[in-house]
């Protein structure tokens, strides 16, 4: 409950740039037929003035009909006369635009004319949050294995909040560009730790429940974006209300404990043993004795099983040694599908036909089912086969999406629901399989290089609608062939289902049982116990290493 402000100041910063930085449709500024400060978007003299439309990176919806960034050249001699006859239809660049302004009535884009050829730039506030996500991917694991999961938490919230609300009061491009890497990364910080946090305070029975519901939660809240959008359309002013309603999350510092297993596992387990003899108390349970010794007996355990790991320290490179290097060089695979899909398809909700409040609301609910899925599914299915149907149904509606005719509005939208609602999935399933895969002084480092490596690569996902020009189905193409590639592989990860999270190298090692088959003996959870006596008979001979 009290990581819910948390999800609410993590979520709010970053998707703000949809809002505040909104191309609205827009043309060229015609000299003598635009008059006045009132100008009128779609007006007559549009059909003679401005060519149509002939080429268009729009590739959700139809094309406008007309060129957004030319216009007809005025014949030589001719005056400042609004008719047909002054126009020849020779066409060249707008030296200024008008903008519809029916739903804001002003954005970044509008101030500093972010599009035709500038619209490069407007782009590359996407990649800005990407390239925040990636740095704060980097910097997240390792400062929250370092300080603690609630301390990264919060330095995360504190220097990000400032950033948004200074982002409100500049229309430098290159200054307000710097505020959005900032916040961007710095909210990572308060993501990885936050789910390290439930991952380490649930056991197995339980974690499912947790994340869940907190996925639940956040998303739900994520529809506090459109609507401070809606009552506060001016791009200046819902920075600042942003800023105020994150800034919400900083009094829980004094209420969230630390993770009594980061704790545990960094040799504090004194710490540890308060924290859960105060959960006990406040929900009404009497610890005797006995139970105080075996909760003392196992975090005494968990801290000298992480004492003893970190004799032989793990680093982001382990991920890529013998033992994890498959799992690492798949799971890396799915985590780019699925970053670069979701947002690809999340950046580009304002290509979608209709209203874009609507359409925010109604794409961000996909979110939601999936994460009930991950409630309903995760256990009963087990991992891989959930990871594996959700990114191969991304990729299937990916491909139709890319040969649906955009005429279609409904289609095209119900399509994207399913896709949008797969890659929340699987990026759901990346999340989970990846904690369930590494020892905990592991963890951290793997979720968020993992994560920062996806991000690497979904910096061009506010690009891909660049390649509808080149041919209208190529960006769905681009991600929906991967997506079901990076599906099919996941089958050869192991099941996680009911298992114990790794403690230490020799536990997660542990669980590639599943993917070593022999002739005549397959290693699965009804082995006997001479067959178990075997499996380590055979681990101890490294024998493994020749057939996995």
């Known amino acids: 409950m009290w990581l819910t402000p948390q999800y609410l100041a993590g979520g709010l910063p970053l998707l703000l740039h949809l809002f505040t930085a909104y191309t609205p449709p827009h043309r060229c500024f015609i000299e003598g037929c635009d008059i006045g400060t009132d100008l009128q978007f779609d007006t007559s003299f549009l059909a003679f003035s401005i060519p149509s439309d002939d080429s268009s990176s729009t590739f959700l919806r139809e094309s406008m009909g007309y060129d957004e960034c ?50 490069q730039r407007r782009h590359f506030m996407g990649s800005v949050m990407m390239m925040g ?24 919230i504190t220097v990000a909040v400032p950033c948004v609300f200074l982002g409100g009061f500049t229309t430098n491009y290159e200054l307000y560009i710097v505020l959005r890497l900032l916040a961007c990364t710095t909210i990572v910080f308060s993501w990885i730790s936050a789910h390290n946090f439930q991952i380490e305070y649930f056991s197995k029975s339980y974690r499912r429940v947790a994340l869940t519901l907190n996925n639940l939660t956040s998303h739900i809240i994520g529809f506090t974006l459109p609507l401070l959008a809606y009552y506060f359309r001016h791009w200046s002013t819902l920075h600042v209300v942003v800023a105020v309603t994150s800034s919400l999350a900083i009094p829980t510092y004094f209420v ?31 610890i ?46 799915l985590w780019i599908s699925g970053i670069l899909s979701y947002y690809a398809l999340a950046l580009n909700v304002d290509g979608l036909a209709g209203d874009i409040f609507v359409n925010y609301v109604v794409t961000t609910l996909a979110d939601i089912p999936a994460h009930l899925s991950v409630f309903l599914l995760v256990d009963s299915l087990g991992r891989r086969k959930c990871m ?38 699987g990026i759901s399933m990346c999340w989970l399989v990846t904690s369930e895969l590494y020892p905990t002084n592991l963890r951290s480092q793997a979720v968020g290089t993992c994560s920062m490596v996806a991000r690497i690569f979904g910096m061009t996902s506010s690009f891909i609608s660049e390649l509808a020009v080149i041919w209208s189905p190529l960006p769905m193409l681009v991600m929906g062939v991967p997506s079901i590639l ?18 230490t190298l020799e536990e997660a090692m542990e669980l590639d049982y599943p993917m070593k088959v022999m002739p005549n003996l397959v290693l699965d959870e009804s082995m006997s116990e001479s067959e178990e006596e075997c499996v380590g008979l055979l681990d101890s001979m490294e024998v493994h290493e020749s057939i996995g």
């Open 256 to 286: 969230i404990p630390e993770s009594y297993r980061w704790l545990a596992t960094n040799g504090r387990w004194q710490e540890a043993e308060t924290i859960l003899k105060e959960m006990a108390h406040t929900n009404g349970k009497v």
């Open 288 to 333: 005797s004795e006995k139970d105080a010794q075996a909760i003392r007996t196992a975090l005494q355990t968990i801290s000298q099983e992480a004492k003893a790991a970190k004799e032989v320290q793990l680093t982001v490179y382990d991920m890529f040694g013998s033992h994890f290097y498959r799992k690492t060089l798949i799971l890396m695979g």
């Open 486 to 503: 990076a599906g099919v592989s996941s089958l050869l990860l192991p099941e996680t289902t009911g298992k114990a999270l790794p403690e």
């Open 133 to 156: 996500l990636t740095l704060g991917s980097l910097l997240g694991g390792p400062i929250g294995d370092k300080i603690g999961r609630k301390k990264a938490m919060f330095i995360g």
């Open 70 to 119: 030319s216009m007809y050249q005025r014949l030589n001699g001719s005056s400042l006369v609004c008719s047909k006859d002054q126009f020849s239809k020779e066409p060249s660049s707008c030296s200024k635009f008008v903008y519809d302004r029916s739903e804001f009535p002003a954005t970044i884009t509008t101030e500093l004319d972010l599009v035709c050829d500038q619209v």
């Open 388 to 425: 594996a149907s959700s990114f191969i149904g991304l990729g299937i509606s990916c491909l139709l999406m890319a040969f649906v005719p955009k005429q279609n509005s409904t289609l095209i939208l119900l399509l994207y629901l399913v896709g949008k609602y797969c890659a929340s999935f």
